[in-house]
């Protein structure tokens, strides 16, 4: 019988291209005959069915009925991997993170320290220029007002959170601290002049940068579908767009260089040969080495 749509061979002895006992094969590929623009007809053979088609043609038939099977025998998607256990004391690096933030802001209005603290840990850019690089990582520690405080503890504390059960507490926020400063620098250098600015919020960024790019590194090799392998990095986009261009006087291009600056580390340490490299450090000692950064800084800025 004729293929429903498909027009009949010219010649007058076609040749079978595929004979199977199954109606249905013969009709599927027939199928896929009739979307390549091939004239065809199912016919009764004495093997049970068969697909005819002009002999001028039978060779391109041949050639897309393989292309078909093998594709029919491709692998099934790959599955998601298990979700491997988390590091069981990454809230410890959040809870440092709050610490130091509330340390920061109850020193300096106590008078502790020089009393024009704040402004020597400021990020101004034009001094970043000149050498003061610690300016890139005291400005992280410092808010304009309680809001702005709270709202960077919040975010920082949660992505940090996620990111140090994925990858360790210390090398988390070691990384996102880095990712942070190195954002603060790039802005200084290739932003405008005058500019200053603080806040954590470049640092809560990076956080997210370095989870999503992690995460979707992990996911990118899997056979499935491009949805289930972006989602990490699209969902960081969407909650980069929605968060880090929200309030007054916000500081858009740090959070991007932030974003940024975390997506990169978050691919390099996705390396298998980072990863294992890594994987050595205790995770104390790369909170530690975090920590005497950030207290290396604050004495060159008050010292």
Avoid at 63 to 68: A, G, I
Avoid at 85 to 105: C, D, I, N, Q, R
Avoid at 106 to 118: C, K, M, R, S, V
Avoid at 267 to 290: D, K, N
């Amino acid at each position: 019988m004729d293929e429903p749509g498909a027009g009949t061979p010219d010649s007058e002895a076609p040749i079978a291209v595929f004979v199977a006992d199954d109606l249905r094969a013969c009709e599927e590929r027939a199928f896929v005959l009739t979307a390549v623009g091939i004239p065809h007809l199912v016919a009764l053979a004495p093997a049970g069915h068969a697909l005819l088609v002009d002999p001028a043609r039978a060779a391109e038939a041949r050639e897309h009925l393989v292309r078909y099977a093998a594709e029919r025998r491709a692998p099934p998607p790959s599955p998601l991997p298990v979700p491997r256990p988390g590091h069981p004391f990454a809230w410890l690096g959040s809870l440092v993170y709050a610490l130091v933030l509330f340390a920061t802001g109850l020193a300096i209005g106590a008078g502790i320290g020089p009393l024009d603290a704040y402004p020597r840990g400021v990020a101004d850019a034009e001094l970043i220029r000149q050498g003061e690089w610690w300016r890139a990582l005291t400005a992280l520690t410092l808010h304009v007002d309680a809001p702005h405080l709270v709202a960077n503890l919040v975010a920082g504390a949660w992505f940090g959170y996620l990111a140090g059960r994925r990858l360790g507490p210390g090398t988390a926020w070691l990384l996102t601290l880095l990712a942070a400063a190195t954002a603060n620098g790039i802005e200084a250098q290739f932003g405008p002049v005058p500019h200053r600015s603080v806040g954590a919020s470049t640092a809560v960024f990076a956080a997210l940068g370095l989870l999503a790019a992690h995460a979707w590194r992990e996911r990118y090799p899997l056979r499935a579908r491009w949805v289930v392998r972006w989602a990490p990095l699209v969902g960081g986009v969407l909650l980069l767009g929605w968060l880090g261009t929200e309030g007054e006087n916000t500081d858009v291009m740090a959070h991007v260089l932030g974003f940024g600056c975390g997506t990169l580390a978050g691919l390099v340490v996705a390396r298998a040969t980072v990863a294992r490299a890594l994987a050595r450090v205790p995770q104390g000692l790369a909170g530690a080495a975090a920590l005497a950064l950030l207290g290396l800084a604050w004495l060159r800025a008050t010292g």
